[in-house]
């Protein structure tokens, strides 16, 4: 079975504070994403990878950034959190084969205050 | 702006029933369709994806797809308590190189299936 894990399952910062947020999967995926889900907004892509050192921008980047100097390994980093930023966090990844048959971590429920 | 189109619900059907969730979409050059299901403070899984027009039929769940009239939908037989979960539809964005690399994803249909 396909695993993906996240470093933190609930996290609390403050506003300014930067803020990592790891993902790791152990199947070998070229594909790896970034989303926020937020109630009555859905799913929103923040970044995306296709492959160890590639990202692309999704449709909310502003404010974060990310990292993938390992393929099984994809982070997410928060320059300088903000209120606006409380939100769960999904990562997800898929193979190369198959990019939006996409598997999901249990998320990082994260909250700035 | 590409969307993607559900009825939030929530969808409350006994058990044994058939449940129908819908999804429209926007985009006419979009491929690849995918259903996921989530349960409360669970993330997302793939149930079902469909790539061409007409069903497909994986156990209780049969997707259906229409590009014509832009809709794909979600059948599920024999439903069970079991199935109460969040339905998620989402979609291949077509088009241009950038736009065709993500999904675009509905905001999910609640389903309760009650015993």
């Known amino acids: 079975d396909v695993k993906v894990t996240q470093s933190s399952r609930y996290l609390v910062k403050r506003t300014g504070e930067k803020v990592f947020l790891e993902c790791v999967q152990d199947?070998?995926?070229?594909?790896m994403f970034w989303y926020r889900q937020d109630p009555g907004l859905g799913l929103r892509l923040i970044y995306f990878s296709y492959d160890v050192k590639m990202k692309e921008k999704g449709d909310i980047p502003e404010g974060y950034s990310v990292s993938r100097e390992k393929k099984e390994r994809f982070s997410l980093i928060l320059e300088s959190a903000s209120t606006n930023q409380t939100s769960m966090y999904l990562c997800?990844?898929?193979?190369?084969?198959?990019?939006?048959?996409?598997?999901f971590g249990p998320g990082t429920r994260l909250t700035v205050t | 702006q590409k969307e993607v189109e559900q009825n939030s619900g929530p969808l409350s059907v006994p058990e044994g029933a058939i449940a129908s969730l819908n999804c429209t979409y926007s985009?006419?050059?979009?491929?690849?369709f995918f259903w996921y299901r989530q349960y409360s403070g669970k993330s997302p899984e793939l149930i079902m994806s469909i790539y061409s027009n007409g069903d497909k039929e994986d156990g209780r769940f049969t997707a259906q797809l229409n590009k014509a009239s832009q809709y794909v939908s979600l059948l599920i037989r024999d439903s069970q308590p079991s199935d109460s979960a969040t339905y998620l539809c989402?979609?291949?964005?077509?088009?241009?190189?950038?736009?065709?690399?993500?999904?675009?994803w509905g905001l999910g249909t609640s389903l309760a299936v009650n015993p």
């Open positions: 985009d006419r050059g979009s491929q690849s």
């Open positions: 989402a979609v291949r964005g077509g088009g241009n190189a950038g736009n065709n690399r993500k999904l675009i």
């Open positions: 997800a990844s898929s193979p190369l084969g198959a990019p939006y048959e996409q598997y």
């Open positions: 199947m070998d995926h070229e594909n």
